[in-house]
């Protein structure tokens, strides 16, 4: 615990929760280095274990409990279950010799990172030097005027600079894109990695592959075909805002398809994607940013090539009583009920634990990594959110844009980020990265006439109304 022993000096407590409760926690800062500007990490090990595209760790001086001065302890062994010795019930898992995470057993929110510092000689159990303690900034109460977003680390593990071109600047100021750790190389905006380029559109473009940090949850998506049309959904908050568009319009009567992309298209080819700062996305996974793909259920899937099951198969209720009155005698219930039928075997993913964040949202992680895998709700269970952060880079970069259109115009639930300032910054970038979008595929067009107009769009999802009237044209 002597790494995480207060500096002298004054100390700022912020309460560090996750959302289901389980755990609670402070984490103390030395006050007179506040704020504390801290880096996005987009590692793949941080993108893989978190389902984030990019992570938000802070280091503290110190961490103790929520109702005493005490010091929070968590089980250091970094093994795959709830810590025993624990004062939470944090599960450890450890990403690399040097580093241990840790994420709520319930609900998945990652809320302590511990670097176990470099070995100072060979082997196990040997001194150590650089060790520290961060907790997850979206877990904290609050962040202002504690912590910011200074600069973008790790950027080259994208491939595509990933989070890193959506969020250029904070309140005026331009952050450094460093290659690796901080103060390393920079790497300059609309970056692509020269192993992307070298093989553009060629080798398993049919198929994207997904994956969590321990493997544990493995899927590929595939390209939109028939079956894609087939779910209905309401509109997602990100295409009309859900705390002022009228209910008739986010009801999409219409049931216009805006999963797929390009809108409007008789091919579409790639999904719908955008960026989430929803309290439930921050609390569950305790980062600020969730970055989800609407993807049908049935162009996801599992290793067997099979469609993705989260729902338990539905009870036979008329069955299970046929059989119980059968099994205590009354006369006429049915016939052939006395075979007893084996327990037809969960078709859920072994690696995916389950936690309801509010009746009828369900969010799926990895119980071994923690990593967020799937939202999804009742209201639409054949369409799914993907968590971004999973896709396996090497294909198509960490955004992935030969798969996914990102929404450009605006960030899911702005209204309920712990951090205005993080959301008008990624509001901003987010409109730069669309006007060269739009513009790029201007210049495409000019070399390539599109030959229907109909099917023109300016730019991310703002586009829907008109798709709208065509639709009601049509
Ligand atoms: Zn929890
Ligand atoms: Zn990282
Ligand atoms: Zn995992
Ligand atoms: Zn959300």
Redesign the pocket.
Same mark, same amino acid.
């Given at each position: 615990m002597t790494s995480r022993s207060p500096t002298p000096g004054p100390i700022t407590y912020v309460k560090v929760a996750c959302h289901c409760g389980l755990n609670e926690l402070r984490a103390g800062f030395a006050t007179d280095q506040l704020p504390i500007s801290n880096d996005l !990490?987009? !590692?793949n090990? !941080?993108r893989h274990s978190s389902g984030q595209l990019a992570?938000y760790h802070v280091s503290v001086s110190t961490l103790v409990c929520v109702d005493s001065d005490e010091p929070f302890h968590v089980d250091g062994h970094g093994g795959e279950c709830p810590s025993p010795d624990g004062d939470g019930d944090l599960v450890a898992y450890r990403t690399s010799e040097n580093a241990i995470r840790y994420f709520c057993s319930m609900c998945s929110a990652h809320l302590i990172f511990r670097y176990l510092g470099t070995p100072r000689e060979e082997g196990e159990g040997g001194e150590r030097e650089g060790a520290f303690w961060c907790v997850a900034a979206g877990a904290l109460e609050r962040t202002e005027g504690i912590v910011k977003v200074g600069y973008h680390?790790?950027v080259e593990d994208t491939l595509d600079g990933g989070l890193a071109d959506h969020f250029r600047t904070l309140e005026g100021e331009d952050l450094p894109r460093y290659r690796r750790g901080p103060k390393s190389d920079e790497i300059a905006l609309r970056w692509r990695s020269e192993t992307l380029n070298q093989t553009p559109n060629s080798t398993n473009d049919d198929t994207l592959h997904i994956s969590c940090h321990c493997q544990s949850n493995q899927y590929k998506i595939t390209r939109p075909n028939f079956e894609s049309y087939l779910p209905y959904s309401a509109y997602p908050d990100l295409l009309h805002p859900h705390d002022i568009a009228h209910l008739s319009k986010v009801r999409n009567s219409a049931d216009v398809k805006w999963w797929l992309r390009p809108l409007g298209s008789s091919h579409p080819t790639k999904y719908f994607a955008g960026h989430c700062t929803c309290e439930y996305c921050r609390k569950t996974s305790g980062f600020e940013i969730q970055s989800w793909a609407y993807v049908p259920r049935s162009n996801i899937l599992d290793q067997e090539g099979n469609s993705v099951v989260l729902q338990p198969p539905e009870k036979d209720e008329v069955a299970e009583m046929r059989e119980e009155l059968a099994r205590i005698g009354v006369e006429g219930s049915g016939e052939g009920e006395k075979k007893v039928e084996a327990e037809p075997e969960d078709p859920r993913p072994k690696g995916l634990k389950q936690y309801i964040s509010s009746p009828g949202r369900y969010r799926e992680f990895c119980r071994t990594c923690g990593a967020t895998v799937f939202a999804w709700q009742i209201g639409r269970p054949d369409l799914l959110c993907i968590a971004v952060g999973l896709v396996d880079e090497s294909q198509a970069g960490a955004r992935a844009e030969s798969w996914f259109e990102w929404c450009y115009t605006r960030v899911g639930y702005a209204e309920q980020a712990i951090s205005p300032k993080m959301v008008e910054a990624l509001t901003s970038s987010l409109a730069a990265a669309g006007a060269e979008a739009t513009k790029s595929r201007e210049e495409e067009n000019e070399r390539a006439p599109i030959v229907s107009m109909s099917l023109q769009q300016k730019g991310g999802c703002d586009v829907v109304t008109s798709v709208e009237q065509v639709v009601v044209a049509a």
């Open positions: !990490c987009h !590692c090990t !941080c992570v680390i790790w």
